[in-house]
Nanobody, 127 residues
Framework: QVQLVESGGGLVQAGGSLRLSCAAS????????MGWFRQAPGKEREFVAA?????????YYADSAKGRFTISRDNAKKTVTLQMNSLKPEDTAVYYC???????????????????WGQGTQVTVSS
């Protein structure tokens, strides 16, 4: 069992930065791939970024996040972080952290891959 708690959301002006953190509990964190998703009002939840569980992690980003967002993890602290720079109003959404079971046939950008989800943290970017 893994529990995820996001933090770091807030209100920021366009062009600003935010750093989201996801704290995980459970013994299986280091073997789990971690992802960030977001859901804007009236829209479906979408993939933002993911990081594999490997000691030499592989990173995946949505096109909208490439060059602006950076995902990282600290297995010792059981945290995954999403550094968001050059924020735009269209980045406004609730951001969710997610974890898989350590194995899956689904792609890293697929919601169906992830079994555990946090409660979300609101990010609002003003123009």
């Amino acid at each position: 069992q893994v529990q995820l708690v996001e933090s770091g959301g807030g209100l920021v002006q366009a062009g600003g930065s935010l750093r989201l953190s996801c704290a995980a509990s459970g013994r299986t964190f280091s073997s789990a791939a971690m992802g960030w998703f977001r859901q804007a009002p009236g829209k479906e939840r979408e993939f933002v970024a993911a990081i594999t569980s490997h000691s030499r992690s592989t990173f995946y980003y949505a096109d909208s996040a490439k060059g602006r967002f950076t995902i990282s993890r600290d297995n010792a602290k059981k945290t995954v972080t999403l550094q968001m720079n050059s924020l735009k109003p269209e980045d406004t959404a609730v951001y969710y952290c997610a974890a898989d079971l350590g194995y899956s046939g689904s792609s890293y950008s697929s919601q169906s891959r992830y079994v555990y989800w946090g409660q979300g943290t609101q990010v609002t970017v003003s123009s």
